[in-house]
């Protein structure tokens, strides 16, 4: 069995902490494409840009993800 790539950080959010204490309201699951215009954008930082590279999935708000969504920077995940 292979295990998933594991992508190097130099910090990130406790995973424990997001569970229990994080939400976001109307949530929409999206794949960022393009990494260098979401850095950009001021969203996400490095972490994010690294995140993004290897494929990990983001949720933000509809609105968000509908803005990102129409400026090609990310695809919806069904």
């Not at 976001?24 to 954008?41: A, C």
């Not at 969504?69 to 919806?76: E, N, P």
């Amino acid at each position: 069995l292979m295990r998933p790539k594991k992508t190097e950080l130099q910090f990130c959010v406790c995973p424990d902490f997001l569970r229990d204490r994080t939400f976001v309201r109307d949530p929409v699951r999206v794949i960022v494409t393009d990494p260098e215009s979401i850095f950009i954008t001021g969203i996400l930082g490095e972490s994010g840009r690294r995140m993004i590279r290897d494929g990990a999935p983001f949720i933000f708000t509809r609105k968000l993800a509908d803005r990102l969504i129409s400026a090609g920077v990310a695809t919806l995940v069904r």
